[in-house]
Structure formats: C-alpha cells, structure tokens
T-cell receptor, first 112, second 113 residues
Framework: AQSVTQLGSHVSVSEGALVLLRCNYSSSVPPYLFWYVQYPNQGLQLLLKYTSAATLVKGINGFEAEFKKSETSFHLTKPSAHMSDAAEYFC??????????FGTGTSLTVIP | EAQVTQNPRYLITVTGKKLTVTCSQNMNHEYMSWYRQDPGLGLRQIYYSMNVEVTDKGDVPEGYKVSRKEKRNFPLILESPSPNQTSLYFCASNPDRGNTEAFFGQGTRLTVV
C-alpha cells in the first residue's frame, strides 16, 4: 500500500515569508501526486497535481511543488505567505488502481 | 456547475439510530469514495465504488455500508452509529484512471452521542 508522510502537523510563518510544507511518499514507481487545501468548514480543493511533463508544478494562489524522484518527495512552496493562506494542507498519492492515500495534513498559520 | 453534494452538512444523533448521509455528483464520474477526517489522522478511506453496483472496502469500513445503484449517487449508511463514529465525513468523485484529481463535497460533521 502507498503511504504519505507530511512532516510537521503545524507550521507557522510570518506574512511575506517563505512557505515550505513537506511531503514524502512511498512507492516503487512514481505515483500520481496531488496537493489539496482545506479552508475552515469547507471541503478539500485541489491546489496542484504532478504531471510527468515537468518536475516543477505550478498551482493556484502562487503555490508550486517540486517532484524529486530520488528523494521520493513532493514539497509544496510559496515564496511569500499571505494571511489568506492559513488553512490545512494535504498531500495525496493516487495509485494505478485509482485509490487515493492522504497524508495527515499540515495546518499552516500565518502571523501578521 | 460541476460539484459533489453531501447532505446533511451537520448531524447530531444518538447511539444506535440508523442514519444515511447522501452524496451526489453531476460530473458523470465512475469513481466515488467516502472518507472520514479525524484530527491527527488525516483522511482515511471508508469505502469506494468503481462503478454502478461495484463497491469495495477502504481502510476503515467497520460500522459502515454503502450502495451504488445509480452512477451519480453514493450514500453512506450507518446502521447502528456509535460515538467512535463521530467525525467529519467527505464524499469524493473522480473520473476513470489516470492523473485525475478527486472532487470533494463540503463535508458532513456527524456527532453521535
């Protein structure tokens, strides 16, 4: 079975600072990789997904993620945090059988 | 508008009283799933369905049932709810295999007392 590890259940950054949320996956072959964001009292919304076309993936709201096969990582970054980025972020893997596996989530706090 | 609709959004019930949470999608997706979200545990899959009349257990199926009689609907049934089923539930759908994302409903917060 696939597994997804998100290091850091809580991350705090100052407004304007770099956001880095870590995600590592276990897979013998590169799976399908996704980042989702969950705002309070809402469902999960897709931020970005990895396609084999490029290792650096750009998503919505200025977020991007880099796929590193050698490190089995898919870390999420944003150069400058905004107050509206405060949310829960989930990394997810989908296997070839169309099943999704989610990390335990990282709660991002942005300090004014 | 493409969406996954869950009802109800909030539900408080008593132990042992059967309940159903409905889920409907208007995107003609083959795959539908149910997840529960608990603090520190992320999302865990309860059941999934690959198409009409085809369902299978996820990681935490105990205490739940599902059915897929129509492509658009995938209700979650708790025949005898218990307090440990208090959680936030999400329904999701996605198209067939490949690099396709899951689309989520708004969630149902269930409290069993």
């Amino acid at each position: 079975a696939q597994s997804v590890t998100q290091l850091g259940s809580h991350v705090s950054v100052s407004e304007g600072a770099l956001v880095l949320l870590r995600c590592n996956y276990s897979s013998s072959v590169p799976p399908y990789l996704f980042w989702y964001v969950q705002y309070p009292n809402q469902g999960l919304q897709l931020l970005l997904k990895y396609t084999s076309a490029a290792t650096l993936v750009k998503g919505i709201n200025g977020f991007e993620a880099e796929f590193k096969k050698s490190e089995t990582s898919f870390h999420l970054t944003k150069p400058s945090a905004h107050m509206s980025d405060a949310a829960e972020y989930f990394c997810a893997v989908k296997n070839t059988g169309n099943q999704f596996y989610f990390g335990t989530g990282t709660s991002l706090t942005v300090i004014p | 508008e493409a969406q996954v609709t869950q009802n109800p959004r909030y539900l408080i019930t008593v132990t042992g009283k059967k309940l159903t949470v409905t889920c409907s999608q208007n995107m003609n997706h083959e795959y539908m799933s149910w997840y529960r979200q608990d603090p520190g545990l992320g999302l865990r899959q309860i059941y999934y369905s690959m198409n009409v009349e085809v369902t299978d257990k996820g990681d935490v199926p105990e205490g739940y049932k599902v059915s897929r009689k129509e492509k658009r609907n995938f209700p979650l049934i708790l025949e005898s709810p218990s307090p440990n089923q208090t959680s936030l539930y999400f329904c999701a759908s996605n198209p067939d295999r490949g690099n396709t994302e899951a689309f989520f409903g708004q969630g149902t917060r269930l409290t069993v007392v």
